[in-house]
């Protein structure tokens, strides 16, 4: 009984709009900031190296790079304050979580990128 509820309540807070995306894939996050009274939206541009969690309690740790210093933040996918999510770039690695990326910096901390062939309309 109290897991139907739970359930129902979780799938009601589910966000339906996500892309397809996995590790590796260079994403932008649109996320909502409050300070004081106002509201914006701040842009976080970055690569995924995880996807961690399921149902409404999933996360995703999104890494970049900026003035030479590596920046991770984590978002709760399913948030109210997740505007939308854009892929800029599909990856190809070959693992789940890459967390090798770290120790990385450069051209080593490169990831490869799948192209994919758009069709002729």
């Keep these: 009984m109290q897991n139907a509820i739970i359930k129902l309540v979780s799938e009601s807070q ?4 996500l892309p397809n995306f996995k590790s590796g894939d260079t994403i932008q996050v ?3 900031i409050k300070e004081e009274k106002k509201e914006r939206i701040q842009m976080f541009e970055g690569v995924v190296i995880a996807r961690k969690g399921s149902g409404i ?13 590596g920046v991770e933040k984590t978002f709760a996918l399913h948030s109210p304050l997740i505007d939308k999510i854009n892929v800029i770039r599909k990856g190809k690695v070959r693992r789940a ?9 450069g051209k080593a901390a490169r990831i490869k990128e799948i192209k994919t062939v758009k069709p002729v309309k």
């Design 14 to 17: 589910l966000n339906h709009n």
């Design 97 to 105: 979580r890459i967390f090798y990326l770290r120790k990385l910096s």
């Design 30 to 32: 649109f996320s909502k």
């Design 57 to 69: 309690t999933q996360n995703v740790i999104v890494r970049k790079t900026v003035g030479g210093k």
